[in-house]
């Protein structure tokens, strides 16, 4: 996602509330951050931040947690929880490869990836959020049962999460190539992106990925 530099961005984030801003300090410890016992559910990449926001809106039991990387993008889903203040819902500007010094083992019920940069050139294929290194990294802070909800319209980026996630020994489960038209559409909430490929007529892809003992044969 590109946007425009925003001057007042990082003095905003800087002084929010809304973002917690040493991450690292609460690892194994986000219940009493949110100082309740709920599930955690992230969501990496989360961008502009519709998705999370009207998520947390929607489930006032679950916790969660919105990881982005980009300041100028942040800020657009901080000024929606300014508007909202959910109690339930935490920013982290942070990039996700570092996301194991973050949370600690079996922290995480759910992690979404939602519309996740494509990387389409080969040789930029490890920094795809569902490289087998990434997937290593949310197998060892989500808890055994946990999954994880990945979206995308892209299809060769999606092809390609198939394989590498169950080559790094995941399930995949409630797959389909056109969400919209899917048993799966009750309830689905869409993000920035979604809205505006699935306006352009794309169909949205969408699987769930479960961690098993080990790769599949
Ligand atoms: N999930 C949103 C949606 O569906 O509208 C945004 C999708 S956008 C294509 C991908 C977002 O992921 C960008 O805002 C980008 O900055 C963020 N991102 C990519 N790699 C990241 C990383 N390693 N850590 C945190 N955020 C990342």
Not at 10 to 38: C, L, T, Y
Not at 40 to 58: D, W
Not at 185 to 195: K, Q, S
Request: with cysteine; hydrophobic share 35%; net charge negative.
């Amino acid at each position: 996602m590109r946007l425009r530099h925003i001057a007042k961005a990082m003095p905003i984030i800087e002084q929010s509330e809304f973002v917690e801003h040493d991450p690292a300090a609460w690892k194994g410890r986000w219940k009493e951050r949110f100082g309740n016992d709920r599930p955690l559910h992230i969501e990496v990449g989360m961008g502009k931040g519709r998705f999370i926001t009207t998520m947390a809106e929607q489930n006032p039991e679950i916790d969660y947690i919105g990881i982005e990387r980009a300041d100028a993008v942040l800020y657009r889903a901080l000024q929606k929880q300014q508007e909202l203040k959910l109690p339930n819902l935490i920013l982290l500007l942070a990039d996700a490869d570092n996301i194991e010094e973050y949370f600690a083992e079996n922290e995480v019920d759910r992690i979404y990836l939602n519309f996740s940069d494509p990387w389409p050139k080969a040789h930029h294929a490890k920094r795809r959020l569902t490289s087998g290194t990434h997937m290593d990294k949310y197998a060892n802070i989500l808890k055994p049962e946990g999954c994880i909800c990945f979206k995308t319209d892209n299809r060769d980026l999606f092809d390609y999460s198939l394989e590498a996630v169950q080559e790094a020994g995941w399930s995949i489960s409630d797959l389909t190539y056109d969400l919209h038209h899917s048993e799966y559409a009750e309830g689905n909430v869409m993000t920035e992106y979604e809205e505006r490929f699935s306006g352009m007529g794309n169909p949205i892809c969408r699987a769930v990925f479960r961690h098993t003992e080990g790769p599949e044969s």
